[in-house]
């Protein structure tokens, strides 16, 4: 999902601060133009484009955290409140209502969630409530994150099946129908966009393939990479739980875990037979408070962060402005542009075919005389940051960059037009030439 590399994972870019003496004219010119009319939209009024309030920096196009709107930093600088007072209570509710509509959800039996964490905390969300130790899940794999999510089912005790689709592209209908047809699965989880390789894993199909191949088997889908920029019809697709997180195309800093689970995965929790394996991340403890707030009630358990809560109401409120569709088709657009002049330098992309290719990111093979530490300094004193791979078979091979939220929806931003001239001109002075 990203959340935490480890000390050693390449992913982790070069510290702006290493190159700032290098490039910072460069990214003094480059200083992004925002827009205050989405604070402006939410009342019905415009205004035109007004120069950032952020300090010039690095346009920060890795697959998470993203670049964040003035409007949505803005509200984190919200007065210090308390978390059971009348003014939070309401935020955080409307925040929750909120979900629903982004998730495309009308049933008021589903459970929205949103608690202080990474995304990773909604792996442990799903292992620790809808799992029991020894119960099977079947886990399909395009990628780092996908592992993970075995990773993490089998620490609380789960017996993990992983289907591995290749580098670059994910498991067949065929092969989930053969794995479900010989076992009895609780869960079924799936990385829509795993962002160690920008593959997409199409949901519907494959929901409907679950349930009318083993239509007791609950539907998971980790969706950390994809909220907010793939489309996602919860209801519509009978999908039974997504896991997210504030920092990507949602457009919130780091440090929501958010999360969504139908009607029959919450009665799945309540027809356990021993308890959740978790105290903090247990359904037991935070549904009750998820609900109240919703209905405008004080409530308590563990302390929520009132800014952060803020910082995601401004960004859902801007979201939902729009129609979903429409937000969905931009990012298309702005990726098959991407990947248009990604084929155009003669490079290839991780996700081979396109139908397997994210929205939200695209990974990029480099050339083969040129390494990631080669390149990505040269983009960091353009003032571009990307991120390097994580995938263990080819993470020395490519880098990533990540295209979604602002940075792809804003018009008045230039941070995709200065990634692709950034990416031709350090490649050039790496020595790369197009055959």
């Keep these: 999902m990203p959340r935490h590399p480890s000390p050693n994972d390449p992913s982790i870019t070069n510290s702006p601060s290493s190159s700032s003496s290098v490039g910072s004219n460069r990214i003094s010119q480059v200083a992004r133009h925002l827009s205050s009319s989405a604070t402006s939209s939410l009342k019905g009024q415009s205004t035109p484009p007004t120069m950032s309030s952020q300090p010039p920096h690095p346009a920060l196009l890795i697959p998470g955290p993203i670049e964040f709107d003035d409007a949505v930093l803005q509200s984190m600088s919200h007065y210090s409140e308390s978390h059971v007072g009348p003014g939070f209570v309401a935020t955080f ?45 079947l886990v399909l794999s395009t990628g780092y994150f996908g592992d993970g999510f075995a990773d993490c089912l089998r620490t609380y005790g789960a017996d993990v099946t992983k289907i591995d ?13 053969v794995a479900l047809s010989k076992k009895k699965y609780k869960i079924l989880t799936v990385t829509h966009v795993d962002t160690s390789t920008g593959v997409l894993s199409e949901l519907k199909n494959l929901t409907a393939t679950v349930k009318r191949v083993s239509p007791e088997t609950l539907v998971i889908v980790d969706g950390v990479c994809s909220v907010a920029c793939e489309e996602i ?44 394996a978790s105290y903090f991340a247990s359904f037991k403890n935070w549904a009750p408070i998820m609900k109240n707030y919703e209905a405008k009630k004080p409530s308590y358990f563990a302390t929520p962060s009132p800014q952060l809560i803020h910082a995601l109401n401004t960004a859902l409120s801007q979201i939902l402005t729009r129609p979903l569709a429409e937000r969905f088709q931009k990012h298309a657009e702005v990726s098959d542009r991407v990947k248009k002049a990604v084929k155009d330098l003669g490079l290839e992309v991780v996700a081979t075919k396109p139908e397997d290719q994210a929205h939200a990111m695209t990974a990029i093979y480099l050339p083969e005389n040129v390494t990631i530490p080669d390149i990505l300094p040269k983009l960091s004193t353009k003032g571009v940051i990307f991120a390097g791979g994580i995938h263990k078979a080819i993470a020395t091979k490519y880098i990533r960059f990540g295209h979604m939220g602002v940075s792809a929806l804003d018009p008045n931003r230039k941070d995709i037009d200065l990634a692709l001239d950034a990416l031709r001109s350090g490649l050039s002075e790496c020595g790369y030439q197009k055959a």
């Design 93 to 137: 509710g409307e925040t929750l209502t909120q979900l629903r509509q982004l998730f495309q959800s009308t049933d008021p039996a589903a459970q929205p969630f949103i608690i202080s964490g990474s995304g990773t905390l909604g792996w442990d969300l799903v292992a620790a409530n809808l799992v029991e130790a020894g119960e099977s899940a």
């Design 233 to 276: 019809a919860f209801d519509a697709w009978g999908l039974d739980g997504v896991v997210t997180a504030s920092q990507k195309a949602i457009g919130c800093p780091a440090g929501l875990s958010i999360s969504f689970f139908s009607a029959k995965a919450i009665e799945a929790f309540n027809n356990r037979k021993t308890p959740p």
């Design 165 to 177: 689709g290749p580098v670059g592209g994910r498991p067949s209908l065929e092969e989930v129908e």
